[in-house]
């Protein structure tokens, strides 16, 4: 087995902790929940799905025996998001942990996006996350209590990407959240971070970004200069040390865990790595003459 594809923390490392994971039904949230359940916690996983949370819950508990609650929620609205905090807390007593995981984007060009289509993805991503952080941070603040807040984002929250620009303006107001928040609400005990993943191939991602065959006409891997996409266990070691005890120095942080795929596309002579050793050995004649010219 390679090494990344191993569990990082000690078992029992977010023992006693209540996780409440949006979009956790399904892909990352799903993998995440299930590394926080291995590691003792106490997990809520909510989306507009209900089959669909009851199904994972059911594959989870199988897997890990954990304690699960599946609440149906669209994070878009205020009053569902008062409902998965009451039920959460009525079920487990209290939350620790809120991983704002949900989210929405297909690849479109812009001009063909109707303004209700730019809405969607801006209520999944931007308004449910502030409408989380809110009801869940009023609570908290209210309550005395110490808690976590964990949001996903992307690498173009930072640059902007085209053909996904709804989704790159919510993820860059989720970035400006996080660190805004890190900020104003330390003093209540609440703590604010971001993970910042690259390519993580999941169903729901990758049926709206590469569509039909679009997957295999693109080797994404190339794009990456660790030359491999990331497992879902990566990305789970990082979200279980940023919500538990360990990280509790870490406030107002963007992790990205991408193998280095953004600074690749961002480096202006990145494309070199095109050039062969022979063709190396001529520019550096070149060059080397052009120095001893001048
Ligand atoms: C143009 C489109 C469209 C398309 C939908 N719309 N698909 N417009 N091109 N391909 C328009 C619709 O016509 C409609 O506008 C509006 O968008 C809303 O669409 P609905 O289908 O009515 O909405 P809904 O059923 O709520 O679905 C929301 C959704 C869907 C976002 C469109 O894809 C969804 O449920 N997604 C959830 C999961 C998801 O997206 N996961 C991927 C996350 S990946 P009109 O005007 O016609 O009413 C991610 C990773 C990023 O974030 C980085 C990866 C490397
Ligand atoms: P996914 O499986 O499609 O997950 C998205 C989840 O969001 C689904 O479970 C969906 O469940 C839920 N959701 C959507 N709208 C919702 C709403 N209004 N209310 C509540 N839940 C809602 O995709 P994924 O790849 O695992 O993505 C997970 C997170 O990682 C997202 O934040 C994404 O932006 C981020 N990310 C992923 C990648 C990648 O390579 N996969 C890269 C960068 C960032 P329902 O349909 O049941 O509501």
Redesign the pocket.
């Known amino acids: 087995m390679n090494n990344y594809l191993k569990t990082m923390l000690k078992e029992d490392s977010l023992k006693e902790k209540v996780v409440v994971i949006t979009?956790g039904g399904?892909?990352l949230g799903k993998a995440m929940a299930q590394y926080f359940l291995e590691l003792g916690a106490d997990i809520v996983i909510a989306s507009?799905k209900f089959d669909v949370l009851e199904k994972a819950a059911a594959e989870l508990y199988g897997k890990t025996k954990g304690n699960i609650l599946t609440a149906k929620c669209d994070v878009s609205d205020y009053k569902d998001v008062e409902q998965l905090l009451s039920a959460s807390v009525k079920r487990f007593g209290k939350v620790d942990v809120l991983l704002n995981n949900?989210?929405?984007?297909?690849?479109?060009p812009t001009e063909?996006?109707?303004?209700?289509?730019?809405?969607?993805?801006i209520n999944?991503?931007l308004k449910g996350t502030y409408n989380c952080t809110l009801a869940f941070g009023k609570h908290w603040i209210a309550n005395k209590q110490n808690a976590t807040v964990l949001n996903i984002v992307?690498?173009?929250a930072s640059t902007g990407s085209a053909y996904?620009v709804p989704?790159a303006c919510a993820?860059a107001g989720v970035l400006a959240l996080t660190r805004s928040l890190a900020v104003e609400w330390a003093k209540y005990g609440i703590r604010f971070n971001a993970i910042a993943?690259?390519?993580?191939p999941?169903k729901?991602?990758w049926?709206?970004?590469l569509?039909g065959d679009l997957k295999d006409k693109f080797d994404l891997a190339q794009k990456v200069p660790l030359k491999r996409v990331g497992e879902h266990q990566e990305l789970s070691n990082l979200a279980a040390y940023l919500i538990s005890d360990y990280s509790a120095y870490i406030n107002g942080e963007v992790i990205t865990i991408d193998g280095g795929e953004w600074l690749k596309g961002a480096g202006q002579f990145n494309m070199l790595e095109a050039i062969s050793e022979e063709l190396w050995d001529e520019i550096e004649r070149t060059i080397r003459n052009v120095n001893s010219s001048q």
Do not use: C, E, Q, W
């Open positions: 979009g399904t892909g507009r949900a989210a929405g984007n297909f690849i479109s063909r996006l109707s303004n209700r289509a730019f809405d969607i993805i999944i991503v992307t690498t173009y996904v989704s993820k993943p690259g390519l993580f999941t729901g991602a049926s709206r970004l569509p």
